[in-house]
């Protein structure tokens, strides 16, 4: 998040005030502010946005609380309501710097009120009372323990120098949750690979202590010996690139480790990754030693004594990075069927100096943080959590019978793998719902279109009725550019997908056949 200035300040405190007033809840207030102010994140304006009723009660304020902003709040109270609303405003302030330690902020709200008349309450010993967190209000996004670790995460790697757009780290986070394979496919040179390499460090995962691996696909690998290894003439083993990692991993079950197969693609995937594909999908629960596990990977006797039994592990994550370009392979429908694939296409050359660089601590997190909860959708889930899930299936049910017309329809796994990604969003209140399901539409359905006849053309365009809207009209332009008009002035139920399908539709009327990538 970028460093915020006086008319952020301003709009926070105006739509503050308009939640305080019951004119809008602060989840609809939090939209717009960070659709006009986008240096403040949608959960930061929910939160500050909550502090002007906050400090109108004099309750206490708590989490990463932002001192100018707090001053700033202290001066309009007392400008625009009453010296006793002014005075419950420096009461709530004080009391955060009371309990955070911070004597000089103390000192400096004591001053504010002696300068403008304000009279001072008495504040309640902080430090020996139990602070008892404010009640959500409506329309409040809760801070989650997940969320607050994956604001860590983006400061660490932020104080590394480099920031990924939007809420990429959280979907990062929800694909590899809900699945330890995914893609991160896009243009060369895009933070891919260092995506994956800091966002391990970030959670203590690193080359130094073995937990983070990157392994440089080979063109001329062939078939999964390349991975796993293969008997030589001599009859002696010869580990392949991952399986010592692999067996690393399963002795230290209590810590999470990283794969990066970097340039996945130089080699075909469905070939040397065949048998990995395959064992993904053996995962279940043993119960006798509390761990999920797959089944056995298959070896050369030769390799009995050493890696006999062995499986893939559940703290193992395996991360491919890709760039699709004339030197690369395609992937068939067996691979994206397995995988979230997240695009990068977002490129901004023009550096920000605004944000300061600091050092981050890193946190070194057990593999509960990521280790998956759901593998089996009918036995896995709460009953509480059915309502939720209907929904979700309802609507990909609708999205499936318009694929279902062009042969493109999904089946269960990818079905699960959505239901499981957007029940991790859920308790961990990470997204918008929408935004949630846009990630999914994104990462697991529109990969698998592409295609040169008619039926293609007609699929894109009922799919933008479903995401975006209408898009026809008198326009005897060409049909993505009237799609381009519409998402332009109109809101989109699913807008990433629809931009998406702006673009295929742009390749399919200039080149005749359109695919997902760049």
Same mark, same amino acid.
């Given at each position: 998040?970028?460093?915020?200035?006086?008319?952020?300040?301003?709009a926070l405190y105006v739509y503050g005030k308009k939640v305080f007033n019951n004119?809008?809840?602060?989840?609809?207030?939090?939209?717009?502010?960070?659709?006009?102010?986008?240096?403040?994140?949608?959960?930061?304006?929910?939160?500050?946005?909550?502090?002007?009723?906050?400090?109108?009660?004099?309750?206490?304020?708590?989490?990463?609380?932002?001192?100018?902003?707090?001053?700033?709040?202290?001066?309009?109270?007392?400008?625009?309501?009453?010296?006793?609303?002014?005075?419950?405003?420096?009461?709530?302030?004080?009391?955060?710097?009371?309990?955070?330690?911070?004597?000089?902020?103390?000192?400096?709200?004591?001053?504010?009120?002696?300068?403008?008349?304000?009279?001072?309450?008495?504040?309640?010993?902080?430090?020996t009372n139990p602070v008892k967190e404010p009640d959500k209000k409506e329309g409040?996004?809760?801070?989650?323990?997940?969320?607050?670790?994956?604001?860590?995460?983006?400061?660490?790697?932020?104080?590394?120098?480099?920031?990924?757009?939007?809420?990429?780290?959280?979907?990062?986070?929800?694909?590899?949750?809900? %699945?330890?394979?995914?893609?991160?496919?896009?243009?060369?040179?895009?933070?891919?690979?260092?995506?994956?390499?800091?966002?391990?460090?970030?959670?203590?995962?690193?080359?130094?202590?073995?937990?983070?691996?990157?392994?440089?696909?080979?063109?001329?690998?062939?078939d999964s010996s390349d991975l796993f290894g293969h008997a030589n003439l001599q009859?002696?083993?010869?580990?392949?690139?991952?399986?010592?990692?692999?067996?690393?991993?399963?002795?230290?079950?209590?810590?999470?480790?990283?794969?990066?197969?970097?340039?996945?693609?130089?080699?075909?995937?469905?070939?040397?990754?065949?048998?990995?594909?395959?064992?993904?999908?053996?995962?279940?629960?043993?119960?006798?030693?509390?761990?999920?596990?797959?089944?056995?990977?298959?070896?050369?006797?030769?390799?009995?004594?050493?890696?006999?039994?062995?499986?893939?592990?559940?703290?193992?994550?395996?991360?491919?990075?890709?760039?699709?370009?004339?030197?690369?392979?395609?992937?068939?429908?067996?691979?994206?069927?397995?995988?979230?694939?997240?695009?990068?296409?977002?490129?901004?050359?023009?550096?920000?100096?605004?944000?300061?660089?600091?050092?981050?601590?890193?946190?070194?997190?057990?593999?509960?943080?990521?280790?998956?909860?759901?593998?089996?959708? %009918?036995?896995?889930?709460?009953?509480?959590?059915?309502?939720?899930?209907?929904?979700?299936?309802?609507?990909?049910?609708?999205?499936? %019978?318009?694929?279902?017309?062009?042969?493109?329809?999904?089946?269960?796994?990818?079905?699960?793998?959505?239901?499981?990604?957007?029940?991790?969003?859920? %308790?961990?209140?990470?997204?918008?719902?929408?935004?949630?399901?846009?990630?999914?539409?994104?990462?697991?359905?529109?990969?698998?279109?592409?295609?040169?006849?008619?039926?293609?053309?007609?699929?894109?365009?009922?799919?933008?009725?479903?995401?975006?809207?209408?898009?026809?009209?008198?326009?005897?332009?060409?049909?993505?550019?009237?799609?381009?008009?519409?998402?332009?002035?109109?809101?989109?139920?699913?807008?990433?997908?629809?931009?998406?399908?702006?673009?295929?539709?742009?390749?399919?009327?200039?080149?005749?056949?359109?695919?997902?990538?760049?």
């Amino acid at each position: 998040m970028g460093k915020m200035n006086e008319s952020t300040y301003e709009a926070l405190y105006v739509y503050g005030k308009k939640v305080f007033n019951n004119e809008m809840n602060a989840g609809e207030a939090a939209k717009i502010v960070n659709q006009n102010n986008p240096e403040v994140a949608l959960s930061s304006a929910v939160h500050y946005i909550n502090w002007y009723s906050r400090m109108r009660n004099a309750d206490f304020l708590s989490w990463n609380t932002n001192s100018e902003l707090l001053k700033y709040y202290v001066i309009k109270v007392y400008e625009e309501e009453t010296i006793d609303d002014a005075a419950k405003a420096v009461l709530a302030a004080r009391k955060y710097a009371q309990y955070k330690n911070r004597n000089d902020l103390d000192l400096e709200l004591v001053q504010i009120a002696n300068q403008k008349g304000i009279y001072l309450i008495d504040v309640p010993d902080m430090s020996t009372n139990p602070v008892k967190e404010p009640d959500k209000k409506e329309g409040e996004e809760e801070l989650s323990e997940v969320k607050k670790m994956l604001d860590q995460v983006k400061k660490y790697i932020a104080s590394k120098g480099f920031s990924y757009e939007g809420e990429l780290i959280e979907n990062f986070y929800l694909s590899l949750k809900s %699945k330890p394979f995914v893609i991160l496919a896009g243009t060369s040179g895009t933070g891919k690979t260092r995506l994956v390499k800091q966002f391990a460090e970030a959670i203590g995962a690193t080359t130094e202590n073995g937990r983070y691996k990157l392994v440089s696909v080979r063109p001329d690998w062939s078939d999964s010996s390349d991975l796993f290894g293969h008997a030589n003439l001599q009859g002696e083993f010869v580990p392949g690139a991952i399986i010592d990692y692999i067996k690393v991993a399963t002795e230290n079950t209590d810590k999470p480790y990283f794969l990066c197969l970097d340039e996945m693609n130089l080699a075909r995937v469905e070939y040397y990754l065949s048998d990995f594909l395959s064992i993904i999908e053996t995962r279940k629960r043993n119960e006798e030693i509390g761990q999920i596990v797959t089944d056995e990977i298959i070896l050369d006797k030769v390799a009995q004594a050493n890696y006999g039994g062995l499986f893939l592990p559940e703290n193992l994550y395996v991360i491919g990075t890709v760039n699709m370009d004339e030197t690369t392979f395609p992937f068939s429908k067996k691979v994206l069927d397995r995988a979230n694939t997240i695009e990068f296409s977002f490129v901004d050359l023009n550096p920000d100096f605004t944000t300061e660089v600091e050092d981050v601590e890193v946190y070194e997190l057990t593999n509960d943080f990521l280790k998956t909860e759901y593998i089996i959708l %009918k036995t896995d889930v709460e009953d509480s959590d059915r309502a939720f899930i209907q929904k979700v299936c309802t609507e990909l049910q609708t999205i499936n %019978k318009t694929l279902q017309e062009a042969n493109a329809h999904v089946g269960y796994r990818v079905r699960d793998e959505i239901v499981f990604y957007m029940l991790n969003n859920e %308790k961990s209140n990470l997204l918008d719902y929408s935004d949630a399901l846009d990630n999914e539409i994104m990462q697991k359905i529109l990969p698998r279109i592409q295609g040169s006849g008619a039926a293609i053309k007609e699929l894109l365009c009922e799919l933008f009725k479903k995401f975006a809207g209408d898009y026809s009209g008198l326009s005897q332009e060409q049909t993505w550019k009237q799609m381009r008009t519409y998402i332009g002035s109109n809101s989109c139920k699913y807008k990433k997908s629809a931009e998406k399908i702006t673009y295929m539709m742009r390749r399919f009327e200039e080149d005749g056949f359109t695919s997902y990538w760049l």
